[in-house]
């Protein structure tokens, strides 16, 4: 039987609540913590930018690596479903969620020894609006910071958000040193040396190979028990849980179905976080064929989710086409599109009358190696003439979705979770950011998804909520603006010699306290 630890979801008032210290969400911890030597992690994706506003900060994206560097202002703990502070000393909201006020904790500074104070808050979270970093739809709802004093910011939202907390627990809740900012300018992605305040600091870094880190003997939480901490990039699924099972790594991010099918028959530990709408086919809905919604409705037609599996995921995926899975406390019997090969003919020839010629083009990556050949296949059944760009690496899949935004169709994913799914339906479906660089990359507009996306951010009990998201998920069947594909987990698998690695939100962990036994 697995030994992989999957992690509860909480009641939304559980979620709301902050609550005093760190705890929880931990692997092991040891009785007898042990210091020294250095854990090696295989991220899922080569880390190109130091920068928390030029990378996404989670799981799957850099999040641990910022998050060893910077810290974060809140933490969510998986175990009791609370925002918890970190940085912060507290959080506390208005009654109506539409203001929120953080006090820090006191005699922290970065490692260039600069002040870790409201001030340097202030300018790190600004500069995601200002570069419209990955982050942007966190930080555009605040329209108004106060400082009163050098441990206080008071936030003001420009609607209610009743899970806030979750972007200070994110990459805009990883604060950068105004000093460091001014003094490295463009710099700072890959030599951000002084600017976090976080448990290690830079020693080497070779942008997409291998990030090397040592401890910060000046960290505010208190001895590091770690020497050092190395982040490398080995390559697909199998491939990472090779060298994690072959020992080369003792901590290894998996998103890969068939890998995690041969952890869970070897009986290897660590942390499973589950998510709706984990890996997707986005479309554009802003230009080329799939702004027509006819395309997207037969590229929806076109997709049999059991071939997929089978081809791409090796029979272990879990496979839905529903906006919300199955598995989530969110769901409520809304279907996702079916699959319907005639249906999926006649559209394809009804769209072609009007003059186009059938071309289609598919972006893929290495991380899902057979995904774009699988797809290509089924779209090709259906009359679509298919221009594939497939094994590219992983950023350059999501640089032409979120940057360029020059794509038709291309491999992608929502994840949309369970302790604050607002996050990913903001970000997907609100039409404020349709065709902006901060969210909604498929450009989908839809009013009534919109004030519907507010509601359930400005609810107070779990029935708003789930009404809210039930809304979203019909007009998502209806519309198709991308397709949901599966609702596979993401794993964090750890070593059984490693000691009291802590989980963050998005799939994010943290070594602050960790130790080799």
């Known amino acids: ?51 928390p506003t030029g990378a996404a900060g989670t799981g799957n994206s850099g999040g641990a690596e910022l998050g060893a560097l910077y810290d974060t202002l809140m933490r969510y703990n998986p175990d009791n479903g609370k925002y918890e502070p970190q940085t912060a000393e507290s959080l506390t909201p208005n009654d109506d969620f539409t203001q929120w006020t953080l006090k820090l904790r006191p005699n922290i500074t970065f490692s260039d020894g600069t002040a870790y104070d409201s001030a340097a808050v202030v300018a ?68 951000p ?37 190395k982040f490398i990039y080995v390559g697909t699924g199998p491939q990472t849980y090779e060298a994690f099972h072959a020992g080369e790594v003792q901590v290894a991010f998996l998103r890969d179905a068939g890998a995690m099918a041969d952890a869970k028959d070897d009986g290897a530990q660590g942390f499973t976080v589950r998510y709706s709408a984990n890996d997707t086919l986005i479309m554009n809905n802003l230009k080329g064929p799939t702004a027509d919604p006819r395309i997207r409705q037969a590229v929806a037609a076109s997709i049999d989710l059991k071939t997929l599996n089978d081809r791409v995921y090796q029979g272990n995926g879990e496979m839905t086409t529903a906006l919300i899975a199955p598995q989530s406390r969110w769901y409520d ?18 769209v072609k009358t009007t003059g186009w010629n059938g071309h289609i083009r598919v972006s893929c990556h290495t991380g899902l190696p057979t995904w774009g050949t699988a797809v290509k296949g089924m779209l090709e ?78 609810a107070k009990n779990e029935g708003d909520v789930k009404a809210a998201i039930s809304t979203i998920a019909k007009a998502y069947t209806r519309d198709v603006p991308f397709l949901a594909l599966t609702a596979q987990p993401e794993e964090v698998l750890i070593a059984k010699n490693v000691k009291g690695v802590v989980l963050n939100a998005s799939s994010v962990v943290s070594f602050a306290k960790a130790s080799l036994s």
């Open 381 to 458: 059944a259906a009359g679509f003439t298919v221009d594939l760009t497939d094994q590219q690496e992983i950023a350059a899949n999501t640089s032409a979705v979120i940057v360029k935004k020059d794509f038709d169709l291309a491999c992608f994913g929502s994840s949309i979770s369970d302790a604050e799914p607002f996050f990913a339906l903001n970000r997907d479906f609100n039409s404020v950011f349709a065709g902006q660089g901060g969210g909604n990359y498929s450009g989908y507009k839809n009013p009534d998804v919109d004030k519907a996306i507010a509601a359930g951010r400005a």
């Open 333 to 350: 019997g809304v279907a996702g599109p079916s699959y319907d090969i005639g249906k999926a003919k006649q559209l394809v020839s009804e």
């Open 1 to 51: 039987m697995s030994r992989i630890r999957t992690l509860t979801t909480v009641t939304m008032a559980a979620v709301l609540l902050a609550a005093a210290g760190c705890g929880g969400g931990s692997h092991d911890s040891a009785s007898t913590t042990k210091t020294g030597g250095t854990i090696t992690m295989a991220a899922w994706s080569a880390t190109k930018s130091l920068d």
């Open 193 to 229: 040396v002084g600017a976090g305040a976080g448990p290690f600091i830079l020693d080497s870094f070779k942008p997409g190979e291998s990030l090397t880190l040592k401890k910060n003997p000046h960290y505010w939480g208190g001895n590091v028990n770690l020497d050092g901490l």
């Open 124 to 191: 790190s979270i600004k500069r995601h609006v200002a570069k419209r970093s990955n982050s942007v739809s966190l930080v555009t709802p605040i329209t108004g910071y106060a400082t009163p004093d050098p441990l206080t910011v008071v936030f003001t939202l420009s609607f209610p958000w009743n899970a806030f907390p979750f972007a200070l627990a994110s990459a805009p809740g990883m604060i950068v040193s105004p000093t460091a900012v001014e003094k490295d300018g463009d710099n700072l992605g890959i030599d």
